[in-house]
């Protein structure tokens, strides 16, 4: 059964950082592309960063570009994301999602988000 | 990046009721459109991926059409356990960005 778990979410300072984990199990997991999306309490779903297989490519939203880094671990079968200079309105439960393709910003074909875990909620507060 | 918009961003409806929600984007994105159901307190789940193909496992009441700008999501007769929020993503340029949601309610 394909899985994938967060974790890493919590309470946060403006200014401070996190770093978000997924775990993956029962797929091959260096044959897809990862990605993080993200939603707000009460709205809807924002895609934050994306991974392709190898790491050779990656991408961010407009929103975290320079603050956040999306990184995986093959070996380890997990993918992570550091959050710094965190800001209220990142406050979201982060959802991580499985891609149905090998590059994350492969656009060939209508690749989308096959499985998502629970998500791990961020709350960025004073 | 592309906008997606969606239309009616809620709507009532009964059951056996046939529901069509509409996606419309700010380019052509041929029929790079995938649309996801979500209910509350879950993640988001794949219903329809390039404009028009059934997820495995998802039911047959849901179809998808539509190419360029104009997408539709249909649920031919609405069950119980259909009642949720939906979203339409285009994959046809990075960022991949959603819609806004269409609440579907009794």
């Known amino acids: 059964e394909v899985q994938v778990v967060e974790s890493g979410g919590g309470l946060v300072q403006p200014g401070g950082s996190l770093r978000l984990s997924c775990a993956a199990s029962g797929f091959t997991f260096d044959d897809y592309a990862m990605n993080w999306v993200r939603q707000a309490p009460g709205k809807g779903l924002e895609w934050v960063s994306g991974?392709?297989?190898?790491?050779?490519?990656?991408g961010y939203a407009d929103s975290v570009k320079g603050r956040f880094t999306i990184s995986r671990d093959n070996a380890k079968n997990s993918l992570h994301l550091q959050m710094n200079n965190l800001k209220p309105e990142d406050t979201a439960l982060y959802y991580c999602a499985k891609d149905t393709g090998t590059y994350y910003d492969s656009t060939l074909a209508s690749y989308f988000f096959d499985s998502w875990g629970q998500g791990t909620l961020v709350t960025v507060s004073s | 990046d592309i906008q997606m918009t969606q239309s009616p961003p809620s709507l009532s409806a009964s059951v056996g009721d046939r529901v069509s929600i509409t996606c419309r984007a700010s380019q052509t994105i041929s029929t790079h459109l995938n649309w996801y159901q979500q209910k509350p307190g879950k993640p988001p789940q794949v219903l329809i991926y390039g404009a028009s193909t059934l997820q495995s496992g998802a039911p047959s009441r849901f179809s998808g059409s539509g190419s360029g700008t104009d997408f539709t999501l249909t649920i031919r007769s609405l069950q119980a356990e259909d009642f949720a929020t939906y979203y339409c993503?285009?994959?046809?340029?990075?960022?991949?960005?959603f819609g806004q949601g269409t609440r579907v309610e009794i």
């Open positions: 991974i392709s297989w190898n790491s050779g490519t990656k």
């Open positions: 993503q285009q994959s046809y340029k990075i960022p991949r960005t």
